[in-house]
Each structure stands twice: as structure tokens, then as C-alpha cells.
């Protein structure tokens, strides 16, 4: 059974930064996809990264390149997302979400309905 538990969201100022950690259990990582989503209040769940398999490739949304960065150590069956110059429109449950590695491309790596397995969410708050 896939199991997936987030972590590491918190409260922090603009301009900070937090690493969220999710935590892959009953899958084995080098086949699968990882992607990161956030859903604030009233809108819909926005795609952020994805990392595919051992090493990549990765994917971002353009509101988080240069800011944002996914990544997985080698062996380990946890993928993180490192998010610096947090901003107050980054406020949102950060969900991860798995999916076979095969069935990711650049047309559908950020998209939530190609996702199978889903974690419960780590909020994250950005604010003064």
C-alpha cells in the first residue's frame, strides 16, 4: 500500500524559506514520479514540481523557477522541496503526490488528475 506523509510547513516571513519533505512508503522511488501541489483557500489545486524517477527530469511552475527547487537523495525514498524568497502568494496546503514514472511528460507533469497516491498536506503560511 502507497503511503506518502509530507512535513517540514510552518509560519514564516517573506523572503524565508522552508524545505517540505515527503516520505515515500510501498513504492519504490526510482519508478515513480513525485510531484508537488498547492491548493490555497478558494482555488484550485495548482501543480508546482515534479521530479521523475532516480534523477530527474524535473518540472516547475513558472511562478516558482529560480525560487523553488525539488530534489531526491540518492537511495533515499524522500523527495524535498526546498522554497526560498517565500512570498505571501506561496500561502497554501502543500500536497505531494505519486505516479508511475512512464506515464509523466512535460505536457502533464504538473497536472493533479494524472496523480494516483496523495498525502494529507503541510500547510504553509507566508506572512509578516
Known amino acids: 500500500q502507497v503511503q506518502l506523509v509530507e512535513s517540514g510547513g510552518g509560519l514564516v516571513q517573506p523572503g524565508g524559506s522552508l524545505r517540505l519533505s515527503c516520505v515515500a512508503s510501498g513504492l519504490n522511488l526510482d519508478y515513480y514520479a513525485i510531484g508537488w501541489f498547492r491548493q490555497a483557500p478558494g482555488k484550485e489545486r495548482e501543480g508546482v514540481s515534479c521530479?521523475?524517477?532516480?534523477?530527474?527530469?524535473?518540472y516547475s511552475v513558472d511562478s516558482v523557477k529560480g525560487r523553488f527547487t525539488i530534489t531526491r537523495e540518492n537511495g533515499d525514498n524522500t523527495v524535498y522541496l526546498q522554497m526560498n524568497n517565500l512570498k505571501p502568494e506561496d500561502t497554501a496546503v502543500y500536497y505531494c503526490?505519486?505516479?508511475?514514472?512512464?506515464?509523466?511528460?512535460?505536457?502533464?507533469?504538473?497536472?493533479?488528475?494524472?496523480?494516483?497516491?496523495w498525502g494529507q498536506g503541510t500547510q504553509v503560511t507566508v506572512s509578516s
Open positions: 521530479i521523475s524517477g532516480r534523477a530527474g527530469p524535473t
Open positions: 503526490a505519486t505516479v508511475l514514472q512512464w506515464r509523466i511528460y512535460d505536457g502533464n507533469a504538473l497536472d493533479a488528475e494524472v496523480y494516483d497516491d
